[in-house]
């Protein structure tokens, strides 16, 4: 089955035309202002301009920085109505209340604090206010906020309260985009809330997004349906996509850790990508990036929801060094390497040109760096090494020796040996791991619950049935589901010995 992976990067938007685990084309182009010329550009190429060439793409998958982006750079977010249904317990707080403050002035629209919610198990606090909420519809329909974000206390175990809040407020505002905690995140009320709101305040910036997406993949012929990948190295729908963007939050690194799988064959491994600017380290457990168990600060908010165990420093091809006296970044040329490094002309020496100077990488004039002295390669040599090295090690759960597997574009840079490292592999199309990685991407489901006098086997039992069942809704073929993590912890702190489970699957797309 042919495939196409794009990854729309901040700098270069690559692309490559897989058949089964076959790379028939490939490309790196920059990335434009409209994603639609970018993206049309890069299907162009691994289309080979043939009228008939996509006749055989039976799916493209679309990785993208641009929700990222948006949180980090406080563009292009909306206005968003806090619902929380928890009180008289959930009040000591506020929502948005450990928020930067440029972020919150961006996003905080109308805040309401209602009566409601569960106990762990499955108890209410009290009755859902029911009047309250409809008064907060009223409110939000004529504040002109067109984006909501509804959190209840353990909704993801007990989803009522949310659920009958929607309603009520699809009802009185059917203008208004809403996401419901319980769809997105784990049991913590606060960091629950921050994702839920942050993917409220990207619902207009997804929907213009992923237009783009489909008007470049239908100008250039093709009818297979769009995915964006998600960032536990999986894909979801494009409408999906428009409901849960925050689900795309560092999905490049994942892109490029699934491509190094593809690419290297190894399932367990360290994975240094490395780009013009900094290379992201995270590790591959049976073929897909190690999970963060810990909160994750997305700019500067608090969220607990999956993420990739990703650890980035400031190298890359694009990293300026300077002489006198020493010192390598942490400042880069970025995107403008082709123009600012040495070998093309420019004046900044950077990581790019030592490889050049070191033998690495052909590229551009080597003669302009003729006058670089050979003790200054050395010592940056010496320094790329010992960083990475410094990078593995943060990386690592044991003191044995593992395997590295280098892709980027600066992928050259890693040297052929680091202490406690079997093996770096230098895979072929390593420029391109991160699209590979979008078109090689499977379908995941995802489920967490709190169980309350149950016995262990059964209440995995429940919760593999529950992923199972997410997984095949979202397109997976439910004949090739295969269990990823199983999680479950005894919640000694609470009478009754309440048990949460959780449990990912992993399967093939359907068709």
């Known amino acids: 089955m042919k495939r196409i992976g794009i990854d729309v990067g901040g700098t270069n938007t690559d692309a490559v035309l897989l058949d089964g685990g076959t790379i028939l084309r490939s490309i790196k182009t920059p990335t434009t202002a409209d994603v639609t010329t970018g993206v049309k550009n890069a299907l162009a190429h691994v289309l080979g301009g043939a009228d008939d060439a996509g006749v055989d793409v039976r799916a493209v998958m679309v990785g993208t920085t641009h929700f990222t982006n948006a949180v980090i750079e406080r563009r292009g977010l909306s206005k968003v109505a806090a619902i929380r249904i928890g009180l008289p317990a959930a009040s000591s707080i506020p929502p948005l209340a450990d928020w930067p403050a ?7 629209g109308p805040v309401f604090l209602l009566e409601g919610g569960h106990e762990f198990d499955g108890r209410p606090i009290v009755a859902f206010d029911r009047a309250g909420m409809r008064r907060a519809a009223e409110a939000i329909r004529d504040s002109g906020v067109t984006a909501a974000a509804i959190t209840a206390v353990f909704s993801p175990l007990i989803a009522d309260c949310e659920t009958e809040a929607a309603s009520i407020l699809a009802e009185v505002a059917p203008d208004v985009t809403v996401t419901l905690s319980s769809d997105l995140g784990r049991i913590g009320l606060i960091e629950r809330e921050n994702a839920t709101i942050l993917n409220s305040a990207l619902h207009a910036l997804a929907r213009r997004t992923v237009a783009a997406f489909r ?52 399932a367990d491994a360290v994975v240094l ?10 590790m591959l457990r049976a073929g897909f990036p190690r999970q963060a168990n810990t909160q994750v600060d997305i ?3 608090r969220t607990f929801f999956r993420m990739p165990d990703v650890v980035a ?24 390497l082709l123009e600012k490094a040495r070998v093309a002309g420019g004046d900044m020496l950077t990581l790019t040109d030592i490889g050049v100077r070191l033998g690495l ?17 050395e010592a940056v040599r010496g320094w790329i090494g010992q960083r990475l090295a410094d990078l593995v090690d943060r990386m690592k759960t044991s003191a044995s020796d593992l395997p590295v597997i280098a892709v980027g574009g600066g992928a050259f840079l890693v040297p052929d ?13 390593a420029g391109v791991a991160n699209a590979v990685g979008a078109a090689m991407s499977q379908v995941s489901g995802e489920s967490e619950r709190i169980f309350y006098g149950v016995p262990r086997e059964a209440a995995i039992g429940e919760t593999l049935a529950a992923a199972r069942d997410q997984a095949i809704a979202a397109g997976a073929d439910g004949d090739t589901l295969v269990v990823l993590d ?14 949460r489970v959780r449990v990912r699957v992993v399967g093939d797309l359907a068709g």
Request: net charge negative.
């Open 102 to 108: 440029d972020l919150a002035a961006a996003v905080a």
């Open 215 to 266: 008007q470049a993949i239908a100008e250039s012929g093709l009818n297979g349906p769009l995915y964006l990948t998600q960032n536990d190295g999986t894909v979801m729908r494009a409408e999906e996509a428009e409901r849960f963007p925050v689900l795309c939050f560092a999905s490049g690194p994942t892109n490029s850790m699934r491509g190094a799988h593809l690419l290297s064959g190894l």
């Open 273 to 282: 990508d490395v780009g013009g600017t900094t290379t992201d380290a995270g």
């Open 299 to 301: 700019g500067g908010v």
């Open 313 to 336: 420093v400031a190298l890359g091809g694009g990293t300026i060094v300077r002489d006198d006296p020493f010192a390598i970044g942490p400042d880069s040329v970025g995107f403008r």
């Open 361 to 377: 990488i052909e590229l551009g004039d080597a003669g302009r760096l003729a006058d670089v002295p050979v003790a200054l390669t």
């Open 417 to 429: 040996s680091l202490p406690g490292v079997s093996t770096v592999i230098k895979v072929a199309h």
């Open 486 to 499: 199983i999680e479950d912890t005894p919640m000694s702190y609470i009478p009754g010995d309440p048990l």
